[in-house]
């Protein structure tokens, strides 16, 4: 791809009144009008490949497609991102705000591609500007107010929507990484008691009172209790207690104090009875209180260990959620896994489900690949997803599904809460549309969710409801090329 505009290679000089009229941007306008442009336009070819305009540079001409396809594109953050394609006769870009007068800067807004070879109608932009100001003066006030207007609307709900959902999140994904973290400076202080307990017993039990091979049977069955401990079996809450019971009960038949608060630990650890019956056969029975409490604290300490490598797993686990959410440190467009992206996005949105909502994952975990811009699928998987939730009320079923056909990926987010009326679903893809109660809801998130499926990735988003039973497919092309990137 070019980096400039190429040169324009002429085929007519221009187009005559009757066939401008076969254009809709011009099919109402009188003889006298077309005649006017006629005269001012000029037919220009473009090649495949070449771009007909650059965003960023002056808009100097109006282009109305005639024959070929074109792509329009806009440059975030250094990333040529592709928000259309068409092949539409009379479909027109470049200068379409010369009309426009005061401070507002008269440049390209986006860049125009010819995918092939491409026949344009070209006006100067100072023709347009002053053909649309001279026939359509009432016209002009409502346009300029409506466009001057409408930005600086979307320009501060935007920010203010993107602040909410930044601020929802944090405040989520903060809640959730406190439970970890608390969990795991709870057992680091614990087991740092549990270290000085076992300094202590290990004085009492090394002092002289226990030969060689002694001390070697009780450090092989410290060994033999770390083991156990780290294959412990979960019990159900009647099994721990009866195990409990019966370790209590050999504690207190061997004399042994405190036995009630040692039997939940060494239970814990996956010891019973017989295997704590091996202690006096390795230390003697005038020693076995000491190494009991000493293989105690051996097992505490690894569980300890055991809920402070959990606590940060899942810290560690939630901060690649976000991570995956977020795609920092990644391509716009690459290949992804929609699962992937589902459950990151579940992560991040975790602490919002209320615990009257269950959610249920079907997925079909044979879909392939995808080429997509995987940051802005998750915030379309985060619309969803929190409208399904208010829909809910705080009661019902949410439920994500995926499935393969006719060349597309189907993600499915359903919701059994009160659904959308007929009169409202037409809407309700609308930008700033909401049936949300004022101040709740900006109405962008659809806007939003349509354009990155439809315009950014060429695919679909459908709605079907009804009261209990209201389901968004979205439609994700499985082979779309990649943006060509600039050279």
């Known amino acids: 791809m070019t980096d400039h505009p190429?040169?324009?290679?002429?085929s007519e000089p221009t187009l005559s009144p009757d066939e401008l009229r076969t254009l809709f941007l011009f099919e109402a306008l009188d003889d006298a009008q077309l005649a006017r442009l006629s005269e001012a336009g000029r037919v220009e070819r473009r090649l495949a490949g070449t771009r007909v305009y650059q965003e960023g540079d002056p808009a100097t001409c109006f282009f109305v497609l005639l024959s070929g396809t074109v792509a329009m594109s806009r440059r975030v953050q250094g990333d040529e991102v592709e928000v259309s394609r068409t092949g539409q006769r009379g479909v027109?870009?470049?200068?379409?705000?010369?009309?426009?007068?005061?401070?507002?800067?008269?440049?390209?807004?986006?860049?125009?591609?010819?995918?092939?070879?491409?026949?344009?109608f070209v006006l100067p932009a100072e023709v347009i500007r002053a053909c649309v100001r001279e026939w359509f003066p009432m016209a002009m006030h409502l346009l300029e107010g409506l466009f001057l207007g409408m930005r600086a609307t979307q320009t501060i709900v935007g920010e203010r929507e993107r602040l909410l959902a930044l601020g929802s999140l944090s405040a989520g994904l903060t809640h959730e990484l406190n439970n970890p973290a608390a969990a795991?400076?709870?057992?680091?202080?614990?087991?740092?008691?549990?270290v000085a307990g076992m300094r202590h017993k290990l004085a009492m039990i090394a002092d002289g009172r226990l030969d060689g091979s002694q001390l070697h049977d009780l450090v092989e069955l410290q060994e033999d209790a770390v083991k156990r401990?780290?294959?412990?079996?979960?019990?159900?809450?009647?099994?721990?207690?009866?195990?409990?019971d019966?370790?209590?009960?050999?504690?207190?038949d061997h004399d042994i104090v405190g036995g009630w608060d040692l039997a939940a630990t060494l239970v814990a650890g996956g010891l019973d009875a017989a295997w704590l019956d091996q202690i006096a056969g390795a230390v003697g029975e005038e020693n076995r209180e000491a190494a009991v409490r000493w293989l105690t604290y051996t097992?505490?300490?690894e569980l300890l260990m055991c809920e402070i490598d959990d606590a940060v797993n899942r810290i560690s686990g939630l901060v690649a959620a976000a991570k995956q959410y977020s795609q920092l440190d990644r391509a716009p467009h690459q290949t992804v896994d929609v699962h992937d992206l589902l459950d990151a996005t579940l992560t991040m949105l975790h602490g919002k489900i209320p615990e009257?909502?269950?959610?249920?994952?079907?997925?079909?975990?044979?879909?392939?690949?995808?080429?997509?811009?995987?940051?802005?699928?998750?915030?379309?998987?985060?619309?969803?997803?929190?409208?399904?939730?208010?829909?809910?009320?705080?009661?019902?079923?949410?439920?994500?599904?995926t499935r393969r056909k006719?060349?597309?990926?189907?993600?499915?987010?359903?919701?059994?809460?009160?659904?959308?009326?007929?009169?409202?679903?037409?809407?309700?893809?609308?930008?700033?549309?909401?049936?949300?109660?004022?101040?709740?809801?900006?109405?962008?998130?659809?806007?939003?969710?349509?354009?990155?499926?439809?315009?950014?990735?060429?695919?679909?988003?459908?709605?079907?409801?009804?009261?209990?039973?209201?389901?968004?497919?979205?439609?994700?092309?499985?082979?779309?090329?990649?943006?060509?990137?600039?050279?």
Do not use: C
Not at 370 to 377: K, N, T
């Open 92 to 120: 027109y870009g470049g200068a379409t705000q010369a009309y426009i007068t005061g401070e507002f800067s008269q440049l390209y807004m986006n860049t125009l591609t010819a995918v092939t070879d491409a026949e344009f």
């Open 229 to 244: 401990s780290a294959s412990a079996p979960d019990l159900t809450p009647l099994a721990r207690s009866d195990a409990e």
């Open 406 to 487: 006719d060349g597309h990926v189907i993600v499915e987010v359903g919701d059994t809460g009160s659904g959308i009326p007929p009169e409202v679903r037409p809407r309700i893809f609308e930008p700033f549309f909401t049936t949300k109660p004022v101040g709740e809801g900006t109405g962008l998130g659809l806007d939003i969710s349509y354009r990155i499926v439809v315009n950014k990735h060429h695919g679909d988003i459908r709605v079907d409801s009804r009261p209990g039973d209201t389901r968004f497919r979205v439609y994700l092309p499985v082979d779309q090329a990649a943006p060509e990137p600039v050279r």
């Open 299 to 301: 097992v505490d300490t």
């Open 356 to 401: 009257g909502v269950r959610t249920v994952k079907e997925y079909d975990r044979s879909l392939p690949l995808i080429p997509a811009y995987a940051a802005e699928l998750n915030q379309v998987w985060t619309n969803l997803i929190d409208n399904a939730l208010g829909a809910m009320d705080g009661t019902g079923t949410l439920t994500l599904r």
């Open 184 to 194: 795991a400076v709870r057992a680091t202080s614990a087991l740092r008691e549990r």
């Open 246 to 252: 019966a370790v209590a009960d050999w504690l207190d």
């Open 6 to 10: 190429s040169e324009p290679t002429p």
